[in-house]
T-cell receptor, first 112, second 115 residues
Framework: DQQVKQNSPSLSVQEGRISILNCDYTNSMFDYFLWYKKYPAEGPTFLIS?????DKNEDGRFTVFLNKSAKHLSLHIVPSQPGDSAVYFC???????????FGKGTKLTVNP | DADVTQTPRNRITKTGKRIMLECSQTKGHDRMYWYRQDPGLGLRLIYYSFDVKDINKGEISDGYSVSRQAQAKFSLSLESAIPNQTALYFC??????????????FGAGTRLSVL
């Protein structure tokens, strides 16, 4: 059973607008959440994270929101830029360890 | 991340062949991981190692083996490659220090095709 779900395989937005990427999880024991970005022919790179004691973490144009009761997190990118076009994965450490469980990813395309 | 180097970057092999994918890192991290990515399936953990003497199976270890030759080197072997092992393989490292322990740093990947 999939513990981490990214239900939108792709998302297309216009440059300058907001991009919202969503992630749902089933295990209420998850207490730390990460977003990774992946460009073609490169490995994933860490983007932003949030602890379960917070509901929001912001880093420049990137903000992650956590709704623990709904077991939902989202990544907001404002304003979106063409260079943000990539695949975005949400990930969570499993069982208090450092083993990450990844969602399937959402491919974001930002159109000029 | 240039600090995590995977070789080869691309490999084509035949069914039944033994193949080794190599990973080396200059980050000084104790913890290393091997993942595979299949289209539409995200990344799945194959094996991980928290130090030189520690090897652990991940979610999908069948058909694979690993060797941690040194702190900086972690190799993945396919003993007898089969077509459904065609995938993109990633090595990653992490540092258990507070505030860092959940962040993994990935190599650029190895694209493996098994014919």
């Amino acid at each position: 059973d999939q513990q981490v779900k990214q239900n939108s395989p792709s998302l297309s937005v216009q440059e300058g607008r907001i991009s919202i990427l969503n992630c749902d999880y089933t295990n209420s024991m998850f207490d730390y959440f990460l977003w990774y970005k992946k460009y073609p022919a490169e490995g994933p790179t860490f983007l932003i994270s949030i602890s379960s004691i917070k509901d929001k973490n912001e880093d420049g144009r990137f903000t992650v929101f956590l709704n623990k009761s709904a077991k939902h997190l989202s990544l907001h990118i404002v304003p979106s830029q063409p260079g943000d076009s990539a695949v975005y994965f949400c990930a969570m450490p499993q069982g208090g360890s450092e083993k990450l469980v990844f969602g399937k990813g959402t491919k974001l395309t930002v159109n000029p | 991340d240039a600090d995590v180097t995977q070789t080869p970057r691309n490999r084509i092999t035949k069914t039944g062949k033994r193949i080794m994918l190599e990973c080396s890192q200059t980050k000084g991290h104790d913890r290393m991981y091997w993942y595979r990515q299949d289209p539409g399936l995200g990344l799945r953990l194959i094996y991980y190692s928290f130090d030189v003497k520690d090897i652990n199976k991940g979610e999908i270890s069948d058909g694979y083996s690993v060797s941690r030759q040194a702190q900086a080197k972690f190799s993945l072997s396919l003993e007898s490659a089969i077509p459904n092992q065609t995938a993109l393989y990633f090595c990653a490292t992490s540092d258990p220090k507070p505030g860092q322990k959940n962040i993994q740093y990935f190599g650029a990947g190895t694209r493996l095709s098994v014919l």
